[in-house]
């Protein structure tokens, strides 16, 4: 059984920079995509970005160049690195995993993933 366990985030400035950290248990045998998804009030779930379990990274084209999302080898974290924040940043932030090796088309397809943290808030001000 995997477990996720997001930490970081809470409130920055524009322009500025903010770290989402996740904790992975059970996924070190196996194959996993992991990645963070993000949910603002009165909108859908969307990716943000993900990592295959060969490294492949698939970053969303909102944030392409300004968020960067890495992971170690045994798949026991996966973080993202927040800069040039804007004020659209705002939402919950949340850890997503699911099996297999590839991240094809997860970005688009939350119900893909079966595995999920509890949400981490960020805030960004104008």
């Known amino acids: 059984q995997v477990r996720l366990v997001e930490s970081g985030g809470d409130s920055g400035q524009a322009g500025g920079s903010l770290g989402l950290s996740c904790a992975v248990s059970?996924?070190?045998?196996?194959?996993?995509?992991l990645g963070w998804f993000r949910q603002a009030p009165g909108k859908e779930r969307g990716g943000v970005a993900l990592?295959?379990?060969?490294?492949?990274?698939d970053d969303a084209p909102s944030v392409k160049d300004r968020f960067a999302i890495s992971k170690d080898s045994a798949k026991t974290f996966v973080n993202l690195q927040l800069s040039s924040l804007t004020p659209k940043a705002t939402a919950t932030y949340y850890c997503?995993?699911?099996?297999?090796?590839?991240?094809?088309?997860?970005?688009?397809?939350?119900?893909?993933?079966?595995?999920w943290g509890q949400g981490n808030q960020v805030t960004v001000s104008a």
């Open positions: 997503a995993a699911r099996g297999g090796p590839s991240c094809y088309k997860g970005l688009g397809n939350f119900p893909s993933f079966g595995y």
């Open positions: 059970g996924a070190r045998y196996g194959e996993y995509c």
């Open positions: 990592i295959g379990n060969y490294g492949e990274v």
